[in-house]
């Protein structure tokens, strides 16, 4: 599903931008207003693909967790830095709602580093801000506050006006004298809900009302996982609302408070940390890159995006044309010269005749022989981005990695991070 929707996306991003690069170069009035309703419509389009993706995603997470197929990675990480990661995310969105989006630290909160999934962790923050400003985007006042906590005790004593859910659960104990409860609350000065609205909004497949899904779009899954998440690692989710008035959403979950693993763990960490929250003013630059993938339709969409923006793009269908186009190149040793340039290979995992992780480490094995000259940044790309499918990426020798569908730009951030 997630490879036809990636093309559907990055079409929509392609036509929207060809009308904002043509509108202004068309003097007839009466052509100029054709423009806008191809325009909203390329909109509708990348709204209904996202909404498409989102759903499909939702199911998966709920068909792993009701076979219990569902498990966690954990790892060490700072909480607060994956707060901070969320709400980063939503400041371009919140932003054009004119919604003030912010981050507290409570006053409780006594945590450095913690062994938790932090994916899962990002996962159910994402559903309850999305969620939030989603409903506060037509409120007079508009703020959304993310606020990260401990506590020794559950429920926490900070959080005790929220009704925690499922309402048959008792409240979960510390399995462990060094561990404890990590906290989130969003709070929003939304639509709020009423009673009989709560009531129902921790069902699977339901929403608050049965106006939500066509004004709002959603689901119905997103709060059904974010309880069972915060279950699973040893929490609940709970809230407190009032209709007109905005609506506050908290969940814990328990958490083995530690420490970096050694000196060299907190600079990598420091470093990472730093390349996320600033971003880079490097030079614009022509780059030369090879898509391998083997969706023709897919590879298209994308090289005509990357050539578009300036940038030279190759295609090879499996890795095994890869690694014939890498002989192909400069850095390849013995071969003709000049050759051609190659800066950064977005790989593909999953493809016929050689795989994208197969092929990423025949190119690592190729460097350590002495047969390509220097190292080539490698991006591997796939619908599969739970925390061990990275780590199969990383340890084959890929520099980054992408989860499908992505747009162009998410491409060409993805590779200026790496400094190119």
Known sequence: MRNPLGATMQCADDIIRSIDENKTLCKKEGLRELFDPIRENAKTIAFCSAHQKTIADDILVVSKLSSSLLSLSS??????????????????????????????IHDS????????????????LINLVSNS???????IKRQVKVIIGSSNTAPPNHMSELHWHPKESS?????????????????????????EEMSRLFNRFSQANSTIGASYGGSGLGIFISMQLAELQ?????????SGEGSTFGFYIEVKKTSATSEEDRTMRRISESVEIQVSERRNRQLEILVVEDNKINARVLSKQLRA???????????LEALDYLKTTRYWRGGDRPGKKLD????????????????????????EQGLLTEHLPVIVTSANARPEQIEVARSAGADG???????????????????L
Request: proline fraction near 4%; charged fraction near 20%; glycine fraction near 6%.
């Open 309 to 319: 923006k300036g940038h030279q793009v190759f295609i090879a269908e499996h890795g």
């Open 171 to 195: 409240a979960p104990v510390l399995h462990d004298v060094s561990n404890t409860f990590l906290t989130f609350q969003v709070q929003d000065t939304g639509k709020g809900l009423t009673p």
């Open 344 to 367: 950064v290979i977005l790989m593909d995992w999953e493809m016929p005749v050689l795989n994208g992780i197969d092929c990423t480490k025949q190119i690592r094995g190729f460097e």
């Open 133 to 139: 400003i989603k409903f506060t985007k037509d409120s």
């Open 234 to 242: 040893g929490g609940r989710i709970g809230l407190t609302s009032k």
């Open 401 to 419: 990695f992408l989860p499908k569908p992505f747009t162009v730009a998410q491409v060409l951030d993805k590779i200026q991070q790496m400094d």
């Open 75 to 104: 790892a060490v990480c700072q909480p607060d830095m994956v707060a901070r990661q969320v709400v980063r995310m939503f400041q371009a969105e919140s932003a054009n709602a004119n919604i003030d989006l912010e981050l507290a």
């Open 109 to 124: 909160y006594a945590i450095s580093w913690a062994l938790c999934d932090a994916s899962r962790i990002r996962q159910i």
